[in-house]
């Protein structure tokens, strides 16, 4: 049986981020940190899963505090990074966790959901979805929009079908009946706006592109090309 490994967390970063880190530091520090990569490594891990808040200040407060380190504002500056540094491959190893997995989203752009964010459930409009497994939702009343995790969200209402332009429509009609439709549509003086008007059905579109009655087919003709738009068990009529 083939194990699915779990979605990365934060922590799963961490390694990736202090080593990263302790490449940087001791590149200046000129052995103030000793000559142990792999002790820096430790430490900057160590810190970086004890500070609730991982900006250059808190984790070296904690390297102070629980490794007996002497930051400088330089080492500050450095672990300033790691906020973001921690952000970038965690979304990283997510995308690459989505496609080993075949995960998909949970919800679509338009559709309406629930979501946890910053402890709380909130409701809104899907604005973007992002493959490493987060999307981005319009809430009203709010500015901004609400980063959430694919695994916290709920649709409560999908999104209404686009619909599409009466050409688009008239595209999909079979071979033959599909050019004589667009040809007579673009004739000027029916319908020059058919190409950008909406329509909700190909026969919707048909009744709205142009006047049966003057094309070379005739009404007979397109009025059974309706016909079996909306009964497809009625057969087309013979192109002439």
């Known amino acids: 049986m083939t194990t699915i490994r779990p979605r990365p967390k934060e922590e799963d970063a961490y390694q990736e981020v202090a080593e990263s880190l302790a490449k940087e530091l001791m590149r200046y520090a000129n052995n103030e940190l000793g000559d142990d990569p ?8 160590k810190a970086l899963d004890r500070s609730w808040r991982k900006d250059g200040y808190n984790l070296a407060k904690t390297l102070e ?15 300033d990074s790691a906020e973001h540094d ?4 965690l979304s990283r190893m997510t995308e690459e966790w989505i496609k080993e ?15 946890r964010w910053g402890g709380n459930t909130i409701e809104g409009i899907v604005n973007r979805v992002y493959m490493n497994g987060t999307m981005n939702i319009r809430v009203e009343g709010r500015n901004g929009f609400p980063v959430v995790e694919w695994d916290t969200v709920k649709v409560i209402e999908e ?12 595209s ?3 071979d033959g009946y599909r050019e004589r439709a667009i040809a007579n549509a673009q004739v000027e003086g029916y319908d020059p706006d058919y190409t950008s008007r909406y329509a909700e059905t190909t026969s919707h579109a048909l009744a709205a592109s142009f006047v049966w009655t003057l094309t070379p087919e005739g009404h007979a003709f397109w009025d059974a090309v309706d016909a079996h738009l909306r009964d497809r068990s009625k057969p087309l009529p013979p192109l002439p």
């Open 65 to 79: 505090d629980d490794c007996y380190w002497d930051p400088n504002a330089d080492m500050v500056s450095t672990l």
């Open 86 to 89: 921690i952000r970038a491959v």
């Open 159 to 170: 999104a209404p079908a686009p619909m599409k332009t009466a050409k688009q429509l008239l």
């Open 38 to 45: 792999e002790e820096v490594i430790a430490d900057l891990k």
């Open 101 to 115: 997995t075949g995960s998909k989203p949970p919800a679509k752009e338009g559709d309406r959901v629930s979501a």
């Open 172 to 174: 999909e009609l079979p």
